[in-house]
């Protein structure tokens, strides 16, 4: 990946950090997951959705975690 991210896509990235269970994975409400499709670039994140209830899961994959440890420094 070559492009930046914009602050959308970096906003959503901790998020779902932040929302993380203990495998990894985070929530994403039904608002939220057509961005989250579109936007999150595949190699940081795996999305899968939507479910029943229109909400989806999303977590980070290893890069999506190395950006954000690396985030700190920057």
Do not use: C
């Amino acid at each position: 990946m070559t492009q930046k991210l914009d602050a959308g896509q970096r906003n959503l990235i901790s998020l779902i950090r932040k929302g993380q269970d203990a495998e990894g994975w985070a929530r994403v409400s039904h608002l939220v997951l057509p961005f989250a499709k579109d936007r999150l670039p595949a190699e940081l994140a795996e999305i899968e959705g939507p479910f029943e209830d229109g909400a989806g899961r999303a977590r980070l994959t290893e890069k999506g975690n190395a950006l954000l440890d690396l985030a700190v420094y920057f």
